[in-house]
């Protein structure tokens, strides 16, 4: 049995592991080497995307996965008829000041 101190040593070498190599593509490009500062960034982006578990996917790969009863069919086609709203940002508040007796 793994327990919870021993997932987060793992978890803090893992990191630091990541951050020497960081450290690394800085010293490269900081020495002039950028191509060789790039490449080892770029490896190190690919071994976070592993380490998280992420997975670069087009739009039209994606498959989406309804279990039984949780959709009907009619919503479903009319999900895919309609594009995603886009969203707006929120327009900034600029705060009221309160008008003093001069």
């Known amino acids: ?25 800085i010293d490269l490009i900081e020495d002039g080497k950028v191509k060789e500062g790039v490449e080892v960034l770029k ?12 997975v670069d996917v087009d739009e039209e790969e994606v498959d989406i996965v ?13 999900e895919e008829e309609k594009p995603a709203p886009k969203k707006k940002p929120a327009p900034k508040k600029t705060p009221n000041k309160p008008k003093g007796k001069k």
Do not use: H, K, P
């Not at 049995?1 to 593509?25: I, K, W, Y």
């Not at 976070?48 to 992420?54: A, G, N, P, V």
């Not at 309804?66 to 069919?73: I, L, N, P, Q």
């Open 1 to 25: 049995m793994v327990t919870l101190g021993e997932l987060f040593d793992e978890l803090d070498f893992e990191l630091e592991d990541m951050l020497d190599v960081l450290s690394q593509a």
């Open 66 to 78: 309804v279990e039984e009863g949780e959709c009907d069919d009619d919503e479903e086609d009319e």
């Open 43 to 54: 490896a190190l982006e690919e071994d976070m995307f592993d380490f998280l578990d992420y």
